[in-house]
């Protein structure tokens, strides 16, 4: 299947300052980037899709303001956490939709990076 | 999006097989059946996917229901390394293309 990177795979920052996270398909162009957002014993929230070239679409109750998303290239998004607090802490992971071949025939799935931990003092 | 139903939690033993069941009464016509892992800390895993026909590939076979209201995900030996969250998951094709995670069922494989 596809790989999907994300970094950094953790960042600990204080309150009131911002943090950039990236996430690249690294063998695969994926006009379509999707984030999403897991706390602790939950499961994933999606957060926005991230189309390249145009802006963002975010789900209800995700403020676009506090959560830039950038969709540059073919194989790069980034999130960037602005005047990040405690309660953003978590887990954020990316997807791509990537081509999956099997037995000669071709889907669009989903793959997922690793995930970044935030931990904001 | 249709939901899933998945039992919260199962548990097998290494070495055996394990049938991880979803039930999806309002699934759609255009709905795939989506499988994705998710292991402690990590981001989620596509396992396998399907639309009507029973599928298989190296990590496991789907198995869907004639009337496609439920499926089951086999497992066929399971591994220590098989232990995750086990996400079953519908989804549209095309363009409009969101994945809607529900709690999942955790599965725990015994030594």
């Known amino acids: 299947g596809a790989v999907v990177s994300q970094h950094p795979s953790w960042v600990i920052c204080k309150s009131g300052t911002s943090v950039k996270i990236e996430c690249r398909s690294l063998?695969?162009?994926?006009?379509?980037m999707f984030w999403y957002r897991q706390f602790p014993k939950q499961s994933l929230m999606l957060m926005a899709t991230?189309?390249?070239?145009?802006?963002?679409?975010?789900e209800q109750g995700v403020e676009k303001d506090k959560f830039l998303i950038n969709h540059a290239s073919l194989t790069l998004s980034t999130l960037t956490v602005t005047s990040a607090h405690p309660e953003d802490s978590s887990f954020y992971i990316c997807?791509?939709?990537?081509?999956?071949?099997?037995?000669?025939?071709?889907?669009?799935?989903?793959?997922f990076g690793p995930g970044t931990r935030l931990t904001v003092l | 999006d249709a939901k899933t139903t998945q039992p919260n939690s199962m548990e097998s033993n290494e070495e055996e097989p394990v049938h991880l069941p979803c039930n999806h009464s309002?699934?759609?016509?255009?709905?795939?059946i989506h499988w994705y892992r998710q292991l402690p800390s990590q981001g989620p895993e596509y396992v396998i996917h399907?639309?009507?026909s029973n599928v298989n590939n190296r990590m496991a076979s789907l198995a869907i229901a004639e009337d496609r209201k439920s499926s089951t995900l086999i497992l066929h030996r399971a591994t220590l390394r098989d232990a995750a969250v086990y996400y079953c998951?519908?989804?549209?094709?095309?363009?409009?293309?969101?994945?809607?995670f529900g709690k999942g069922t955790l599965l725990t494989v015994n030594p």
């Open positions: 997807s791509a939709r990537g081509e999956l071949v099997v037995e000669e025939s071709s889907y669009n799935e989903q793959f």
């Open positions: 063998d695969f162009q994926a006009t379509t």
């Open positions: 991230s189309n390249e070239g145009s802006k963002a679409t975010y």
């Open positions: 309002t699934i759609s016509g255009t709905d795939y």
């Open positions: 399907g639309l009507t």
């Open positions: 998951i519908l989804s549209r094709g095309g363009s409009n293309y969101k994945l809607t």
